[in-house]
C-alpha cells in the first residue's frame, strides 16, 4: 500500500471554502427532505427503535440471493433495526425483507442516477430516523469486518467511539473475488458469500489526501489492476465512512465515500488514533454477468457512464480475476498485518 498509514490531514480551510461547503450541504439536504416523495412506505416498524438502537440503512434492487447472509451478518454484530429502500426489484426482495421483524420498508420506481444513486433516499431515512443514532449505511453486497469483529460487537465499538468524541468510523472496501472464471463460482443464495469468494489483491493500493474534503482517497484492488490500468484516475474509490453517529444537519456527497461536515471524513487521520475497519465486497458472484449486461442497458450506477462500457464488457466476458500475487482471505488480523485496516488506540 503506498502512503497509507503516514498520512496526516491538515485542516486548514479559507472562510470562503467552509461557506461554499455550508451552502453545499443544505442543498444536498433539501435533496434528501425532496427525495421522500418518491418513496412509498411497504411496511414501517420505527415504532420499535430504542434510544440505544445501532440502525443499519441499505438501498437495493435485486438482492435476494445475498439478503439472508447480510442481515444475519449484521444482527450479530449488532444493528437493532434495518431501514431499507427497494428500488423496484425484480425479484422476491421485496416480498422477502416484509417478513422481516426488524425491517421497515420503503419502495421507489424513481431513478437511482437522478437520486445520487440512492443517497438522496437514504439521505431522507437518516434525517428522519437516524438523529443521535450510530447508523450503518451500506450496500448489500458489503460486509464489515473490523479489529477484533470476532470477539466485539458494533456496540462496544461505537461506545469507545462515544468516549473518544468520534462521530465516525471509516472503512476501506476490498474486492474480493474467485479462482478462476466469475461464472463457475456456483454461490448457493444465503450462503457466506466468502466460501466463494475468497482472494484478494494484498498490495497496489494507493492513497492521496484531498483537501476540499479533507478525506483520503483510496484506489487499487482487483478492479484498477484488470480494468483501469491504463486510467488509473478512473478506478472505484474505496474509501468510506459508512460508520457515523448521525445528526440531522450531516449529508453524504458521493455514496458513503464523502460527507458533510468535512470533519467526518478524517476517519483516516493517523493522528486520530482511531480503528479502520475493511467492508468485504462480494460483488463477483456468477449473478454479475448477466447484472452486467443489465446494468450496460440501464446506465444508472455511474456518473460518467461512457467511462465504463469497457468495465461492463469485460465482466459480461466472464474472466478470472484471480493472479499468482493474490491472497487467500483469512481474518481480520490479516487484513490488520497488511496495513488494510488499523485497531488504532482501539487495543
Known amino acids: 500500500m503506498t502512503g497509507g ?6 485542516s486548514g480551510q479559507s472562510w470562503v471554502a467552509r461557506y461554499r461547503l455550508r451552502l453545499k450541504r443544505r442543498r444536498l439536504l433539501w435533496r434528501c427532505l425532496r427525495a421522500r416523495q418518491h418513496l412509498t412506505r411497504l411496511v414501517d416498524r420505527t415504532a420499535e427503535i430504542s434510544p440505544g438502537d445501532i440502525l443499519g440503512i441499505a438501498v437495493l434492487r435485486n438482492e435476494m440471493a445475498r439478503l439472508p447472509y447480510f442481515l444475519q451478518h449484521y444482527r450479530d454484530l449488532g444493528v437493532s433495526q434495518f431501514l431499507i ?17 426488524d425491517v421497515s420498508l420503503w419502495q421507489t420506481g424513481a431513478s437511482y442516477r437522478d437520486s445520487r444513486f440512492g443517497v438522496d433516499w437514504a439521505g431522507w431515512l437518516l434525517m428522519r430516523y ?13 460486509i464489515l469486518t473490523y479489529p477484533h469483529a470476532d470477539q466485539r460487537s458494533l456496540a462496544d465499538l461505537t461506545r469507545w467511539l462515544d468516549q473518544r468524541g468520534a462521530k465516525a468510523f471509516g472503512a476501506m472496501m476490498l474486492d474480493m473475488y474467485p479462482k ?7 454461490y448457493q443464495p444465503g450462503a457466506d458469500p466468502f466460501a466463494v469468494l475468497d482472494w484478494f489483491d494484498g498490495e497496489g493500493y494507493t492513497w492521496e ?32 465512512v459508512p460508520l457515523v453517529r448521525w445528526d440531522r444537519r450531516f449529508a453524504y456527497v458521493s455514496s458513503t465515500h464523502i460527507a458533510l461536515p468535512p470533519v467526518l471524513n ?12 475493511v467492508l468485504l465486497h462480494n460483488k463477483f458472484l ?10 450496460k442497458q440501464r446506465r444508472q450506477h455511474f456518473t460518467h457512464v ?9 465482466l459480461i466476458a466472464n474472466p478470472d480475476l484471480w493472479s499468482p500475487q493474490s491472497l487467500q482471505y483469512q481474518d481480520w488480523r490479516q487484513l490488520e498485518n497488511l496495513g488494510l485496516m488499523t485497531r488504532g488506540a482501539w487495543a
Do not use: M
Open 306 to 314: 461512457e467511462r465504463y462500457d469497457s468495465y461492463y464488457d469485460s
Open 5 to 10: 498509514r503516514s498520512h496526516t490531514l491538515t
Open 85 to 101: 429502500v427497494d428500488n423496484e426489484s425484480t425479484d422476491d426482495s421485496a416480498a422477502y425483507l416484509q417478513e422481516q421483524p
Open 209 to 240: 489526501y484531498q483537501p476540499r474534503y479533507r478525506n483520503i482517497s483510496i484506489r487499487g484492488g482487483v478492479r484498477k489492476r484488470l480494468f483501469f490500468a491504463r486510467e488509473p484516475e478512473h478506478a472505484p474509490h474505496l474509501h468510506k
Open 266 to 277: 478524517q476517519v483516516f487521520d493517523a493522528r486520530g488514533d482511531l480503528p479502520t475497519g
Open 180 to 186: 478462476g472464471p466469475i461464472g463457475d463460482t456456483c
Open 130 to 142: 437516524g438523529h443521535g443514532h450510530w447508523c450503518l449505511t451500506v450496500d448489500a453486497d458489503e
Open 286 to 295: 456468477e449473478e454479475v454477468l448477466e447484472k452486467s449486461a443489465e446494468e
